[in-house]
């Protein structure tokens, strides 16, 4: 069956093809690639203030108004952490583990994973990087399932290592599975489906397939002037929603009327975005978030996102329940809206919009 990876090998997009430098040779000055001077004027945002006393909202899954709270949260923040989300924190800190072990190696063997041409998985930049004129201070692995192929030519006499990075990789896979179908079913039913008619609706709207997932490792090395760099510029993510978890603060989501505001590292908390997806299934009530990273002199952090969504041949349009509303977006399937943004960057939503 035709996957995201196809999807996404179909976009004309070079960024994948830009390889990361090598962060441990940089001495002292950040180098002109890498130098940022000027607000890229993406997503239409004017105020640059960077806001810290503000606190994103925090979802408790085991409290018994969780609909309520995520539906507050979407509507006015589009993303927020959730706890009690039963991702155990022993798996979670061996992922860690196994990040840093891939991250810390040497870029000779780091490139021995290196993406294909508009590949998706593999060692290598963001997929938004060639619509920034400056590179990123960032470096990634993806992974579709079994990271076995890529590990096999990382570590070719390393075959305990191969199994310790692939096991860690696949039951975190796994348990984001399970998490993600439960936050599907909270999205949709804060949206004003009935509990009971949510396993129906869920399985016409993926049209009883399988949901088309991406496991990324995201690294973020210690930069000599975070003034003059930036982890990873302003976007959205094109899933239904993204679920990350971060090592160490360095996270910005950009809220209307406060600016950038800094989403801090809770221990044990998993952070959620909504996505592109979400917000034309929502028709525009629940908005995507608009996030970067910044990076810092003093720590190598790391993030590590779950993309969710559709099958990539499966229609999306707008759940009509409220007030008898009209549609502010026209079906699209997840194939089809890639190559959209692929061109279109953060005008994707804008071009898809139907006008009144």
């Not at 998985?121 to 997929?127: C, F, I, Q």
């Not at 990789?169 to 599975?177: I, L, N, R, S, V």
Request: charged fraction near 20%; charge should be negative; glycine fraction near 6%.
């Amino acid at each position: 069956m035709p996957s995201i990876r196809e999807a996404f090998a179909a976009t004309p997009l070079e960024g994948n093809r830009v390889f990361p430098i090598d962060f441990n040779s940089v001495e002292g000055v950040v180098p002109d690639s890498h130098t940022w001077r000027t607000n890229p004027g993406f997503y239409n945002i004017t105020d640059e203030r960077i806001i810290s006393s503000t606190v994103t909202p925090i979802i408790d899954l085991n409290n018994p108004n969780v609909v309520k709270d995520l539906e507050h949260a979407c509507e006015n923040w589009y993303a927020y952490q959730v706890i009690n989300h039963g991702v155990p924190l022993d798996m979670i800190k061996n992922l860690e583990q196994q990040c840093d072990h891939f991250f810390t190696l040497g870029m000779k063997h780091k490139l021995r994973a290196a993406k294909e041409a508009n590949g998706i998985t593999g060692y290598g930049s963001a997929h938004i990087s060639s619509f920034y004129k400056k590179k990123f201070w960032f470096e990634s692995f993806g992974m579709i399932g079994s990271p076995a192929e890529h590990c096999k030519k990382i570590w070719p006499d390393q075959e305990d290592q191969c199994f310790k990075f692939c096991d860690a990789m696949e039951k975190y896979q796994k348990e984001m599975q399970d998490l993600c179908t439960k936050l599907m079913k909270l999205v949709i039913n804060s949206l004003g489906m009935r509990s009971e008619d949510l396993d129906q609706f869920i399985g016409n709207l993926m049209m009883n397939k399988n949901p088309e997932t991406l496991l990324q490792l995201n690294s973020y090395p210690v930069c000599p002037d975070p003034s003059k760099a930036m982890g990873l510029g302003a976007h959205t993510d094109s899933s239904f929603f993204t679920v990350l978890h971060q090592t160490r603060p360095g996270l910005q989501i950009y809220k209307n009327g406060l600016g950038w505001v800094e989403v801090p590292h809770i221990e044990n908390a998993l952070v959620i975005f909504m996505g592109d997806l979400t917000a034309i299934l929502s028709n525009s009530r629940y908005p995507s978030s608009i996030h970067r990273a910044v990076v810092n002199q003093t720590y190598h952090r790391y993030s590590i996102p779950f993309f969710y969504g559709p099958p990539r041949d499966v229609q999306i349009s707008p759940i009509l329940m409220l007030n008898g509303e009209s549609p502010v977006f026209r079906s699209v399937t997840w194939d089809e809206f890639l190559l959209i943004k692929a061109t279109k960057f953060d005008k994707a939503l804008e071009s898809i919009r139907i006008l009144s």
